[in-house]
């Protein structure tokens, strides 16, 4: 897989150096360029922004930078053989990044980053590029960063791991949490290693049982029971018929039941008597 990023700050993208995407590099399974907007500059102040149209405060940036850095990185990428380039453009006002997508963009064979700063990028560069390739606007959370560049090292370390071969094990990551498709998206459950006791603190006994099925019933209750605390939303969003005779009996625990309403296996949804809180 090909990634350009266009950024003003070069050396933000440093991390792509280290780690998981450091090696899938030095393996060969990333083409990694990284690009200095300024590079795309003519005058002596090296400009990107101006002032919003219509007022406002902040600025916006130019529409010629982002227009000739983007032809040349397209020219350099099809001229190495590249094709199908997809536009990743990094924003809060982007549909939000999933594992979904990871998986998706991790198809694909060319993706173009274009973290932008201020108030974002002229919207007809953007206009532009859709009409040659797809866009996908993407926002990592319900938070303002200061800039795309955090945003560009998430995405980047999320579909760099699904690249076949740089993660050990390919199966593990049909076991991920929020894996596409799976009928039950649960947090994971807390995990332990040695030594058995630390500070007085012992690890439980069923994890020494040496009982298989024990074990993955125990790490199935934690992962209910976690997910309940942190993300009820996605027990709401469970498949019914995802949940055995014992999930039910966890969550009856935690104060969950079956929507009455929904006949004839609801959704789960948080008992109003508020058992279990
Ligand atoms: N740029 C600024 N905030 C962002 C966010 N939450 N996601 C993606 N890009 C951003």
């Known amino acids: 897989m090909r990634l350009d990023v266009v950024t003003i700050f070069p050396e ?63 020219a350099d990428g099809y001229e190495s053989g590249s094709r199908a380039p997809a536009l990743i453009v990094p924003t809060p006002s982007g549909r939000p990044f999933t594992q979904e997508l990871a998986v998706e963009l991790s198809e694909r064979p060319w993706l173009i980053f274009t973290p932008a700063r201020y108030e974002g990028i002229d919207r007809r560069v953007i206009d532009e590029y859709a009409t040659r390739m797809p866009v996908y606007e993407v ?35 049909r076991d991920d949490s929020f894996a596409p498709g799976a009928m039950t998206n649960l947090l994971e459950g807390p995990v332990y290693t040695k030594p058995p006791l630390w500070r007085g603190r012992d690890i439980p006994d069923v994890l020494l049982s040496g009982h298989h099925g024990k074990i993955a019933r125990w790490r199935r209750d934690e992962a209910l029971r976690r997910t ?47 058992v279990g809180e």
């Open 228 to 274: 309940a605390a942190h993300r009820p939303d996605l027990i709401e969003r469970c498949e019914p018929k995802a949940f055995d005779k014992k999930d039910r009996e966890m969550l009856s625990i935690l104060g969950w039941a079956p929507d009455p309403e929904g006949e004839p296996h609801g959704r789960f949804w948080r008992r109003p008597d508020g």
């Open 12 to 74: 933000y993208l440093e991390p792509l150096n280290v780690s998981l995407v450091g090696k899938a590099r030095a393996r060969g399974q990333l083409n990694v360029h990284v690009h200095d907007l300024r590079s795309w500059t003519y005058d002596r102040h090296n400009t990107v922004d101006d002032t919003p149209y219509g007022g406002g405060p902040g600025m916006v940036m130019k529409t010629e930078p982002w227009g000739d850095a983007l032809d040349s990185v397209l």
């Open 139 to 173: 926002s990592i959370g319900d938070y303002v960063l200061a800039g795309g560049e955090a945003a560009v090292l998430v995405v980047t370390e999320a579909v760099a791991r699904l690249l076949p071969g740089v993660l050990g094990n390919a199966e593990s990551h």
